[in-house]
Structure formats: structure tokens, C-alpha cells
């Protein structure tokens, strides 16, 4: 059951909740293509990023007593951070909000990247989980919660990356953060960022700004990362260095499932709980269900829309990701049927590949399947891997690849 803006700001009356204009997104975009990313997901980061600093901080605004105290970095600046880290922050007065957007429907934790945390320069006193919802033209704030309990009270992720703090955790009602911030001044406590010489900076510049790289903050050691992206200079030459690349660089055709561990998808791809929320409710019942009896966790599943007519029936190809301990990412492939139908065409084969061509597994619908899927598999950081799709003389492949990462600590 969907509600409206009203009834969403009813049942949820410590929230803020603010409206977005279409001419607000459409200024957003105008300011976002004006810059320039090395891909697709850093501009949509951008995005995200801009509507939400945008919004928050002419509701500030608003406010008399904020209005004339509220310092942001300028456009040039956040397009830095914005290439390569999603989040952004505002200083009120001697306060700075850190603001941590997502377009995920129904988020379970609030996940904050760790260089807003570890880094002095970039930690904040508060830090805001924003909601937005284009679709209905909302933006939300979840809650807020502060650097020290995110340093003591979070989860922290090797694979992506972040803290991850139960939402359950944070302080809906803003105005507790006012009234804290007046009388409970924090004292932000954080170990000493690695010291680089200029030659490793230097070569880890180099291997960063590979166009390859799509997420550079999730390659080599994080210490080494976390006080190259600290210093402005070196962020800065990032940034030129992985632009300068773009232009000579034929964009790779496999999909970068690492990327979706951080809630990063390319073109053409969505997140499941956009798609389901545009399918008939069969398909949403019954991957619901089949996701109650597996291990995989719902922030890890994503899904595409392949768009493909095969024998005039379209199919949405369903593909959960679920991090493992030991540099694995444990994969589940699904295929359903969309468009307002009940069953797979049959004799659809679905097939895992290896780079060689070789089929691992594979599975045929049959009449009356309502989906197919592969058995469950791992598969190792640094590795690639396809999945076919093939009926009567219609073949569609796709191809994933799973960045290395380097080094683990946080």
C-alpha cells in the first residue's frame, strides 16, 4: 500500500519531510551536467548528492536563525568528493551536518562511506539519513545520529566500506539535535591518518585514475586511500587525472557488480525495490517469498529490466549479492516473467558461463513456470562471469565482473 505526502508526514510526524519541485530536479540536473564525471553512477552520486544539499540547505535558509550561518563547499569542490564518495556536509555555525542520501525505498541500516567518519577534515558532529523518493517528489529525513556512535556503535562493512547502523538507532526528531548541539558540545576522537611518501601518492594516483576503476575508494590498502583522499591537492588531481582518462577510454561492457555493494548501478540497471514497486504484485509476492527463504541480504539483491523480446514475452532477470568473509560474494540468478503475465515462456534456457565460454549450469523453463532460477554459487573477487538467456534463435548474454579489492581495514 503506497500513501501520499500527506499521510507519509501523518504517520511519520518527527520527520522532516520536504517537498521536490520538478524545477528543483530539473535545475539539479542542469548543475550536474555542467560538471563533468568519469561515469555514469558518480553523476547520478552527484545527483542525489546536489538535490539533497540543495533542499536541506535552503530549508535552513528559512529559518532566520540559520540563515546567515551556513557554509557550503562550492560545486567545483564537491564534484571531487562526489567522483569517487557519496555524501556531502553543511556548517552551521561551528556544526557540521553530514548529509548521506539514498533513493532506496526502504532502507534497513543507514550506511555512511568511512571517509565521513575517519577522516578529520570530513567528519562531522551529526550525520543525516536522507531519503528521496523522485518518483513521488519527496524528501525525507530518517533521523540523524552523532560521530561517536557511529565510531562505537555501527557495524563496519569490509566490502563496502562503510558503517552501517540500524535505522531503529536514530534520532528522528531534528530539533533534539538543535537543543544537543546547543548544550552537549562532542569531542571527535580519531586515529592518525596514515603518512605517504609523495612517490606512493604518486603511484597510487596512477592506478586510480584508470577509467577502469569505477570506485577507486574500494581498491588497495584504506588507511593509504583515506590520506590520499584526505589531502585537497591529491583529490583534486584525482579527479582531473581519472577525467582525462574518460576521453581516451572505450567504457568496458561488463557490468561492475562490485559497485552494487554500494548501491551503485549502471545504466539500464535498478534496484529491486524500484522495480517490484513497477510490476504487477505477483512478481513482488513471489520474490518476496523466495527472499524470506534465502540468506541473502536485502540490500545486496538487485534486478534488471533487460527489456528483451523474446518470442514477443519480456522477462526481468532478478541477481542477489550477498558478501562473504573469505573475498567471496555469493550470487543468486532468477528469472520471472513481467508484463502483466503469470508464466515463463517455456524452453527459455537460462546458463552460467565462464570467461572460456564454458557452461557451468544451466536450467530450462518448463510450461507453467512462474520463474527459474540457478543453484546458488560463489564466486571470487577479481573474477568475471556471464549469464545467457537463449529461446528458439534469440540469444542475450551478460556479462558481470567482480572488482579485486586490496587490503581490508577500515
Known sequence: MSYNFSELQTIYPNQLWLELSNQAQEDAWKQI??????NDAARWRAFLNYLSLNTLSNWLKDDPEFSNVIKIPSLDDLATYWEVVNGCAI?????????????????????????????????????????????????????YTTHEQLTQY?????????????????????????????????????????????????????ILSQSNIHSPRLYGNFDEWSALIASNTQRQELYKARLSKL????????????????????????????LLNLQQRTLAAQFRQDTALTPHRTQGAKL??????????????????????????????????????????????????????????????????????LKRFKFPLGKSFSIQLVLQDVIIKEDFMLDALIGKSP
Open 91 to 143: 556548517t552551521v555555525d561551528n556544526t557540521k551536518l553530514v548529509l548521506i542520501p539514498s533513493d532506496k525505498s526502504n532502507p534497513l541500516e543507514f550506511e555512511v562511506s568511512a571517509e565521513w567518519v575517519n577522516i578529520p577534515d570530513w567528519a562531522g558532529e551529526y550525520y543525516l539519513h536522507v531519503q528521496l523518493n523522485l518518483e513521488q517528489s519527496w524528501l525525507r529525513v530518517w533521523g
Open 247 to 274: 576521453s581516451n577510454t572505450i567504457q568496458p561492457r561488463f557490468t561492475n557488480l562490485t559497485l552494487w555493494l554500494e548501491d551503485i548501478f549502471e545504466t539500464g540497471w535498478q534496484h529491486v525495490d524500484a
Open 33 to 38: 551536467y555542467s560538471q563533468h564525471y568519469s
Open 154 to 206: 555501527a557495524t563496519f562493512n569490509q566490502m563496502t566500506r562503510t558503517y552501517c547502523l540500524e535505522r531503529e538507532s536514530l534520532i528522528e526528531d531534528l530539533n533534539v539535535m538543535w537543543v544537543a548541539r546547543e548544550y552537549c558540545q562532542q569531542q571527535l576522537h580519531f586515529k592518525p591518518l596514515l603518512t605517504t611518501s609523495n612517490a606512493q601518492a604518486t603511484q597510487l594516483l596512477n
Open 304 to 373: 534488471i529490466d533487460l527489456g528483451m523480446q523474446l518470442g514477443n514475452k519480456a522477462v526481468v532477470l532478478l541477481i542477489g549479492l550477498s558478501p562473504e568473509i573469505d573475498d567471496k560474494v555469493n550470487i543468486r540468478v532468477q528469472l520471472y516473467p513481467t508484463s502483466g503475465e503469470y508464466y515463463l515462456p517455456a524452453s527459455i534456457k537460462l546458463s552460467l558461463l565462464l570467461p572460456s565460454g564454458a557452461v557451468v549450469q544451466e536450467v530450462v523453463s518448463r510450461n507453467h513456470d512462474n520463474y527459474i532460477q
